[in-house]
């Protein structure tokens, strides 16, 4: 179901799928670092697993973050980056999020 979601939300093989929650998500994030997308952030991160069109390889699941997992261990390094938690709409979280069919915690 993951899979479906990133899709969904328009993270596609062809790319970012214009009008979709995707292109929002870049908008806003380009606009906020001054005018390009970060390698790691979530938009790519969400391209990269939409491009590949798979979450679950990543640990990014709709029942949640595999233990074990590249997702787990972005997760682990983002709470200690944020003194040991998960920001909203952080990496992991939004990730997260659109992958159990939310819209992340970006607006």
Known sequence: ????????????PSGI???SLASSMM??????SGG??????PTSTLQGMGARGTTHSSG????????GSKASSMMSKEATSHGG???RGGTTSTVQSI?????????
């Open 60 to 67: 990014f699941t709709s029942s949640g973050i595999s233990g």
């Open 36 to 41: 390009g997308v970060s390698s790691g952030g």
């Open 1 to 12: 179901m993951s899979d479906k979601n990133v899709s969904n939300a328009g993270f596609t």
């Open 27 to 32: 908008s806003h994030e380009a606009r906020a």
């Open 99 to 107: 992958s159990m069919g939310g819209k992340g915690g970006r607006r």
């Open 17 to 19: 799928k214009g009008g």
């Open 85 to 87: 938690g998960i920001p």
